[in-house]
């Protein structure tokens, strides 16, 4: 697999476009430069791997109910449940920080977004 997942990155670097199909997600993160998400056959998402970076997944954990959820450009609810809620992110941080320090979370859990994240929202745990 190692081989392969080479071949496709040295064939993606010299401008030949390879379709690469996987359930991998670690080898599709590593060998695209473009992720599109099927599902039951039809397109649902497509997005470049340097969109996809800038992403993050935010955790928050409160005593008892979280707050409203933020009205920034790019937040998504994932989960919002007594005691937490979870955020899908692709803005600017400086406002998301901004957020967080009004709504002062117990704990905090800021990860890269990472295929799993659009995976999930397409197909579930």
């Not at 379709?19 to 470049?48: D, N, W």
């Not at 970076?53 to 008892?64: A, I, S």
């Not at 937040?75 to 692709?90: H, L, N």
Request: aromatic share 6%; with cysteine.
């Amino acid at each position: 697999r190692d081989l392969l997942i080479e071949l496709v990155c040295q064939a993606r670097d010299s401008g030949q476009a390879v379709l690469f199909s996987s359930h991998i997600l670690p080898e599709v993160e590593k060998a695209c430069g473009r992720v599109i998400v099927l599902r039951s056959g039809r397109l649902v998402h497509s997005q470049t791997m340097a969109e996809l970076e800038n992403g993050r997944l935010v955790t928050l954990r409160y005593q008892g109910e979280p707050p409203a959820p933020p009205s920034l450009p790019g937040a998504s609810i994932r989960e919002r449940k007594a005691g937490q809620m979870v955020i899908e992110y692709t803005g600017p941080m400086p406002p998301l920080m901004g957020w967080l320090a009004q709504h002062e979370p117990e704990g905090l859990r800021i990860e890269p977004l990472g295929l799993s994240a659009i995976y999930y929202r397409f197909h579930g745990d």
